[in-house]
């Protein structure tokens, strides 16, 4: 897989220093800056340690399984431009030379529901997608919210059905709010129906 992330940071430069801190215990294949520039810091077929707790369909172990991407980004505002044309090239190359389907790009938020936000509302997944780096889900017949994200991939804990609605918003439906309706339903029922996890 490849996971999304924003560094939550003020200036790419404060993130790399983290980032390469030993103390800090977090780090990143690749860091991406506003302006465009980017570092890789770990070797792609390298275990980074920038997923944590969480899971993914049938991956506990999100950290072994997939490649990090950090945005420099506070959470706040859309991503630049330069940022995003240097993502879509990075992640272009890395789909292409680890065989990664475009429904596991995912952000942070997707495999540690309720526990990060990341990317956030403001980042664009419909550019990616129109790329062909990331979905576009289509809608279906509205049915089991739940059991839908479930069958696509979310995994959550008890009494974090709110937290999964926001995850789930966060990035199909970042400007919508109030409860679950069946617009939720609809795209949750095409993310089930058109990629649904496969068994690792």
């Not at 890789?40 to 980074?48: G, N, S």
């Not at 993914?56 to 940022?83: C, H, K, M, T, Y």
Request: proline letters at 6%.
């Amino acid at each position: 897989m490849v996971v999304l992330h924003y560094t939550a940071m003020d200036r790419a430069e404060a993130a790399l220093e983290r980032l390469c801190d030993p103390l800090a215990e977090v780090s990143a294949h690749y860091l991406i800056a506003e302006d465009g520039r980017s570092w890789q810091l770990v070797d792609e077929a390298a275990r980074a340690w920038h997923a944590g707790a969480g899971a993914w369909g049938n991956v506990g172990d999100v950290n072994s399984r997939s490649i990090g991407i950090e945005l420099a980004n506070p959470g706040d505002r859309a991503f630049a431009p330069p940022q995003m044309e240097r993502l879509e090239a990075l992640l272009a190359g890395i789909l292409a030379r680890w065989n990664i389907a475009p429904e596991r790009v995912i952000g942070h938020s997707d495999m540690a529901v309720g526990r990060k936000a990341d990317p956030g509302r403001w980042f664009d997944w419909a550019r990616l997608a129109r790329a062909g780096l990331s979905i576009a889900p289509a809608e279906g017949e509205p049915g089991d919210f739940h059991r839908d994200l479930r069958h696509f991939g979310y995994r959550w804990g008890a009494g974090d059905e709110p937290l999964l609605l926001d995850a789930f918003r966060s990035r199909f439906r970042p400007a919508a709010s109030g409860p679950l309706c069946d617009a939720d339903r609809r795209i949750a029922a095409g993310l089930a129906r058109d990629w649904p996890c496969r068994a690792e």
